[in-house]
């Protein structure tokens, strides 16, 4: 679960990426709306739903729209995850030696937790687990905003269930 729903602002955070740049939420989002995802290497389900995150990403993050992961491992771990799922979009670390300063602003009490956050800093869609609906919507707010046909997030011979509780 999470405290931050859609309608909320979003808490501000800064963390390294995998690089070692530092990233603020502010700066982030000064580039256009942010898809924040946070997970865990070992969550099942995070697994499930990266290659997904991925295909919106191919299709829709560019050109004034940023989508970062937000990992609770450390940069090895992760690494191998972004390898192993076909990752290409930016892996922020939010540190257990930090106590998960990210994770716990937002109040996630599980993963993968997913956020469409606007400009302004406003959660527009709040995720919980993986859920089709949600990101079939993210799919279609992004690119509405590019006046383009919406991302295919889902094939028609894969067999994706509606829902699973991260």
Partial sequence: MTHIVAGNIAPGFSLKALDGKEHSLQELI???????AFFKVSCPVC???????????????????TFVGISQDDDKATKEFTQEFGVTFPILLDQKEKNYPASNAY????????????TDGTVKISSMGFDKKDLESIAG????????????????????????PG
Avoid: N, W
């Avoid at 499930?48 to 050109?63: A, Q, V």
């Avoid at 109040?107 to 606007?118: A, K, R």
């Avoid at 094939?155 to 994706?160: F, I, K, L, Q």
């Fill in 30 to 36: 000064q580039r256009g709306p942010m898809v924040a």
């Fill in 47 to 65: 697994q499930f739903t990266f290659p997904f995150l991925e295909r919106i990403y191919k299709r829709c993050g560019s050109d004034g729209t």
């Fill in 107 to 118: 109040g996630l009490t599980s993963v993968p937790t997913i956020f469409l956050i606007e």
């Fill in 141 to 164: 707010e992004l690119a509405e905003r590019k006046k383009m046909a919406p991302a295919a997030v889902f094939r028609p011979a894969e067999s994706v269930p509606d829902h699973k």
